[in-house]
């Protein structure tokens, strides 16, 4: 049952309601939480790779109170499962769209960024008539080898033991942001690395199954792209000018996947757009959302 939480303190953020969807036949509980009175539109913020619910709650405020706001846990983060057993990115799914029937959601709009995108895009392709709109940021659907490359290389990193993931979390912090991002953030940035090296230090193996996802997703995608072309769903695009990770010229390949769509490119983003120029994307999202057309 879900946990009803109903007193609030000023200093911190607290769900409305959370609760675990049990999945017998994987062994999982998936943890969610959601944000509001159930009576708006419902956002569902996606994870990116090495996040949880709690990554969100600095951008609640922005969103709120124009609609309720729904956040879980894949395997592997948060306070979901998190054996050592392979994942699925088309589980995730259902394991959202399990959680919307749970809370009696018909219909969300989803934002999802990075390794969140690949899970929105999912979910838009097997579960199109349960969107309002989709936005995805910082994703590719097709296939190129220097993508697999840069995936191969973060996953003999994952494997190399405490030295070689503390190593790769340098350069991934490095290869991730944009110029602009890195000079204003300045030492801050280290204590995000540290962060992010303490919350899976003893656990590394999560970051790996995750990784290890994408390869089924990438080796289905040929035949998975007409569903892709078939969600008529509006689709916002948004792509850092600067993103090193995925850059603009792999994320323009899919306006010519989705029918209704708007490309945005913020010159002078790194990968991660949603926090290097918060007022231009959560604006952007906001209006598609609004309009539920990405006509504007």
Same mark, same amino acid.
């Given at each position: ?11 911190? &953020? ?8 049990? &999945?017998? +036949? ?6 969610? +939480? ?9 956002? &569902? ?7 949880? /619910?709690? *990554? ?45 029937? *749970? ?86 940035? +280290? ?41 008529? &769903? ?10 090193? *990770? ?41 209006? /598609? ?8």
């Amino acid at each position: 049952m879900p946990e009803e939480n109903k007193q609030r303190k000023t200093h911190e &953020v607290i769900p409305d309601r959370s609760g675990y969807l049990n &999945v017998p +036949e994987d062994s999982a509980r998936i943890y969610w +939480e959601y944000f509001g009175a159930g009576d708006k539109e419902v956002l &569902v913020l996606l994870n990116g790779l090495a996040m949880s /619910t709690r *990554a969100w709650y600095r951008s609640l405020c922005i969103v709120q109170p124009d609609y309720d706001v729904l956040l879980y846990d894949y395997l592997g983060q948060g306070k979901s499962t998190c054996d050592d057993v392979p994942y699925l990115i088309p589980r995730f799914c259902d394991y959202l769209a399990s959680i919307m029937d *749970a809370l009696s959601i018909d219909k969300v709009h989803t934002m999802g960024v990075s390794y969140g995108g690949f899970i929105g895009a999912d979910f838009g392709r097997l579960y199109p008539h349960r969107l309002h709109t989709q936005t995805l940021s910082g994703i590719l659907l097709s296939h190129e080898v220097s993508f697999q490359m840069y995936q191969d290389l973060s996953l003999r990193f994952y494997q190399g033991g405490a030295d070689a993931f503390d190593i790769y979390t340098q350069y991934l912090y490095e290869k991730i942001f944009g110029e602009a991002f890195l000079r204003a953030v300045g030492p801050k940035l +280290e204590k995000m690395r540290a962060s992010f090296v303490k919350s899976y230090e003893d656990r590394v193996f999560c970051l790996v199954r995750l990784t290890e996802a994408q390869n089924p997703f990438f080796a289905e995608l040929d035949q998975n792209l007409a569903g892709y072309r078939a969600c008529r &769903v509006p689709t916002l695009i948004i792509a850092g000018g600067h993103d090193r *990770a995925i850059p603009p010229w792999m994320q323009r390949k899919m306006c010519a996947i989705y029918p209704v769509h708007k490309l945005l490119v913020f010159e002078g983003s790194g990968h991660m757009t949603y926090m290097e120029y918060p007022e231009l994307f959560w604006s952007a999202l906001k209006r /598609t959302m609004a309009a539920k057309s990405v006509d504007w």
